[in-house]
């Protein structure tokens, strides 16, 4: 393997450590709804833990450029979509569908190769696709909501009254303190095996170092344990965000003159204070927008056959070491065409409905302000600055709707602010770190693909053209005439897509985010620092304010 | 209004070499209060600040480009973990740039509970002087923002320039 090659082979390293689990329980879970649709029984349950798994391995592997991985993991998520919504639909030929689409997608995952043949993944996405297009709308389709069995969220908050004598109220600042000495103590274990390494090539082995090794080892593994109790105490349940909700919908509804129901689950899911804090206020934002633009009024739901009484779930789940938060209403939908054409009008490409998704439109800032899109379609208030301060947080927000049917909203974040999974760059000389939440994709840079249209880099990225452009010159710190540079990393957030070159893809790290001293001034692009493993401090980018950067970057 | 630290640099060396040539006649003063001074050298003059105020003198270990910050910080450090900015602090006080050599070090300072990292060209020694050897710096050498220099001490046939690091380093939010 040639050097080029090792940056890309410790990442797929890393690909399949994280996905190939994710595949296997997906397979199981697979099998065993077959098991169960058979035996009668619904399985509600395994069907709703499936869309979050796939929903990594899908994202995983586009940011990988494994494109037959996505598309199996795409069309596995579509296919269980349409099952969780249509009981009468689980059947043999369904399952036998699930099931050997789990077993491709292990199959494909383990094997994890840029040069894999598309050729059987093709084959299943086909055959995916004929099942959902022979399916046919059911007059009513309330029937899967009831069944489901609906747990309470928030409300626990004052259970464990026995627990009391021994729980200790702690400032959140001394959490914060206590990590900090935490981090100086995994960058003092970095520098003690460095030092380990150094005294071995000069002295050879023996039974002294051996020790020494044995110690550095094991106190790695302390400090890891270390490192989860802590972050694990900065957590807590997301219901002290979700209490506020059920008085807030209620009061919303009866000023709106509408009957909202509102249902709550997974408030016991853990989440880092910090993230908390800031998570309310773009709930609010979405709970209002169902309640106020996407419920219709109850005569035109009686009309619709649809319970006069409207729906608005606020879920929240652990899902691979992030949160995913759902707020879906059994309303209106969006109106897809009139989102499209006020698109249009804002100059955006809105006519091709294949390659420019939804979601990429909805959160445009001059398009959610609009009126006369909130007032035809519904919604669309202020939808930027929820997907900005979402943004922020490290997070995703993606949009389904289906007219007449309802909207939902999935953000993904992060369960912490405090250590970030990042992609490791190197730019010029400089170490990087990239949050992975807005890394869609790394690609290798064939200078021939790369064209230059009025002195900007663009290139052909799945189907589209984005700008693709020079790390140094995004960061200022290229020279005259740029290196060549060997791979792009496509970002993507709030619907923009820019690919930023660089030199060297380093890897995949968990990095504890420290800030900017004040003396650093207020940098665009850069969001904090972090000590890599090696010791050596990087900046974290602020992959949100590049992708936002326009003309002025690159 | 910003301030021109180049000129100011070159005022600032013009008054210290006269002051030197003065300060060449003195004699040891009488005992009396004393500053405990850090001192070190940027281009050709010494400068001095409360040894209160620091925290620890370190070798020039890898510091990390920031993109887009000001001029005059030179980056990021690792201190034991810390994030350390470190500032240069000879284009700070507009002197002029230079290449590091082995003797240069970061002094670690505390300034107001913020740290951060001074680069500067070398580090001599912790000094006491008399109180009363210092003077005040001359008024044409302070103009508005940049009056970060609170006198000037003459002690030994030396000339120690005192900085005023809270007014030197940018203000806190």
New interface residues.
């Given amino acids: 393997m040639s050097e080029d090659e090792n940056p890309f082979g410790e990442l797929l390293q890393d690909y399949v450590l994280e996905c190939l689990p994710l595949a296997e329980q997906v397979a199981d879970a697979f099998v065993e709804l077959e098991r169960r649709w058979r035996a009668g029984d619904a399985a509600d349950e395994v069907l709703a833990s499936l869309p979050g798994r796939l929903h990594t391995v899908k994202g995983n592997s586009a940011m990988m450029g494994l494109a037959p991985m996505r598309e199996v993991a795409h069309a596995l998520e579509d296919a269980c979509g349409l099952l969780r919504q249509r009981p009468e639909r689980r059947d043999d030929a369904a399952a036998g569908l699930l099931v050997a689409g789990g077993g491709l997608l292990v199959e494909l995952v383990r094997q994890a190769s840029p040069d894999l043949d598309p050729a059987p993944a093709e084959r299943y996405v086909e055959r995916v696709r004929q099942w959902l297009s022979s399916d046919v709308a059911p007059a009513s389709d309330t029937q899967p909501e009831r069944r489901r069995t609906e747990r309470r969220g928030g409300g626990e908050g004052g259970a464990g009254g026995d627990k009391a004598a021994s729980v200790v109220r702690v400032d959140f600042r001394r959490l914060d303190a206590m990590l900090?000495?935490l981090?100086?103590?995994?960058?003092?274990h970095a520098t003690l095996a460095e030092a380990y390494r150094g005294l071995a090539r000069l002295t050879g082995a023996s039974e002294e170092l051996d020790r020494l090794d044995q110690a550095v080892v094991a106190l790695q593994k302390t400090l890891k344990r270390l490192e989860s109790t802590l972050m694990e105490t900065r957590l807590l349940p997301i219901s002290t965000v979700f209490g506020r909700f059920p008085r807030m919908v209620r009061d919303t509804a009866e000023a709106e003159g509408k009957r909202v129901r509102l249902v709550q689950g997974g408030g016991e899911t853990p989440l880092d204070k910090a993230v908390l804090d800031r998570l309310s206020e773009p709930l609010v934002h979405l709970v209002t927008n169902a309640i106020v633009h996407g419920m219709e009024p109850g005569d035109v739901r009686r009309r619709a056959g649809k319970p006069e009484e409207g729906t608005v779930r606020l879920e929240a789940a652990p899902q691979a070491g992030r949160v995913v938060i759902r707020v879906s209403d059994d309303g209106r939908g969006l109106d897809e065409r009139a989102i499209r054409k006020k698109a249009e009008a804002l100059g955006q490409d809105g006519r091709n409905e294949e390659s420019i998704p939804l979601r990429n439109l909805i959160f445009l800032p001059g398009l959610s302000t609009a009126e006369r899109v909130s007032t035809l379609a519904g919604r669309g208030v202020g939808l930027d600055v929820v997907a900005g301060a979402i943004h922020a947080l490290g997070g995703t927000i993606d949009v389904e709707t289906a007219v007449g049917r309802g909207t939902a909203f999935t953000l993904s974040l992060p369960v912490t602010l405090a250590i970030v999974r990042s992609l490791i760059v190197e730019i010029d000389q400089?170490?990087y770190a990239l949050p992975l939440a807005h890394v869609a994709e790394t690609v290798r840079a064939e200078p021939e693909a790369i064209r230059q249209i009025n002195q900007r880099g663009v290139t052909q990225w799945r189907g589209d053209l984005i700008h693709v452009a020079d790390g140094g010159a995004v960061?200022?710190?290229g020279g005259e005439r740029p290196a060549p540079r060997r791979f792009y990393v496509v970002m993507a957030a709030a619907g923009k897509r820019r690919g930023l070159l660089v030199d060297r893809l380093v890897g995949h790290q968990d990095v504890v985010v420290?800030?900017?001293?004040?003396?650093?001034?207020r940098?665009?692009?850069?969001s904090g620092?972090t000590?890599l493993g090696d010791?050596?401090?990087?900046?974290i980018l602020d992959t949100v304010r590049i992708l936002e950067g326009g003309r002025r970057a690159g | 209004m910003p301030v021109d630290h180049a000129r100011m640099g070159d005022r600032l060396l013009g008054f210290a070499d006269d002051m030197d040539a003065r300060a060449a006649a003195d004699v040891a003063a009488a005992p009396g209060p004393e500053l405990h001074l850090l001192t070190f050298a940027l281009d050709r003059e010494e400068f001095g600040i409360p040894v209160t105020q620091v925290r620890e003198v370190i070798r020039v270990s890898?510091i990390?480009?920031?993109?887009?910050?000001?001029a005059h910080?030179r980056?990021?450090?690792?201190l034991?973990?810390?994030?350390l900015?470190v500032?240069e602090l000879r284009s700070r006080l507009g002197l002029a740039p230079a290449e590091l050599t082995p003797r240069a070090r970061v002094v670690v300072v505390e300034v107001r509970g913020?740290v951060?990292g001074l680069l500067v060209d070398a580090v001599s020694q912790v000094t006491k002087v008399p109180q009363a050897s210092v003077v005040p710096a001359p008024e044409e050498v302070l103009s508005g923002e940049a009056d970060y220099v609170t006198g000037v001490a003459r002690w030994q046939s030396r000339l120690i320039i005192l900085l005023d690091l809270e007014k030197a380093?940018?203000?806190?939010?």
């Fill in positions: 900090e000495v981090g100086e103590g995994l960058i003092q400089e170490r960061l200022g710190t420290k800030g900017l001293d004040p003396e650093l001034g940098p665009d692009v850069v620092t000590i010791g050596r401090v990087a900046c | 890898e990390t480009r920031v993109p887009q910050a000001p910080v980056g990021v450090a690792n034991r973990g810390r994030i900015a500032v913020r951060l380093l940018a203000p806190t939010e």
